[in-house]
């Protein structure tokens, strides 16, 4: 289907065992050649807590979960044609970066 076409999953992470998928729709396009939606940013910080074999809580690897749930949730939605408005890829970044700077 269309929504299936334009719509990827990325980790924006160094290790794709740990991270949650984030969902990138086309619509989402980059707003300036400097623009990567935070997902640097993010990768930084996962890869942070790989180097230093951090461990993270069950909760925040239940929050984490839920962000990959959502964009899932998301997907189905729109295959089912509803009206509903997913977070972007940057607002999705965001809440994991600010979830994760809280550990």
Known sequence: SDVDDHSHFFTAASDPILAKYKRFTFADTIRS???DHGSNELWN????????KLRLT??????LS??????????DIQRK???N???SFADTVRKEIDLLQKK
């Open 33 to 35: 050649d400097k623009d």
């Open 45 to 52: 910080i996962w890869r942070s807590i790989a180097l230093q």
């Open 58 to 63: 069950g909760d925040t690897l239940d929050m």
């Open 66 to 75: 839920s962000i990959e749930n959502d964009a899932l949730a998301e997907l």
């Open 81 to 83: 044609n509803t009206q």
């Open 85 to 87: 408005k997913s977070l």
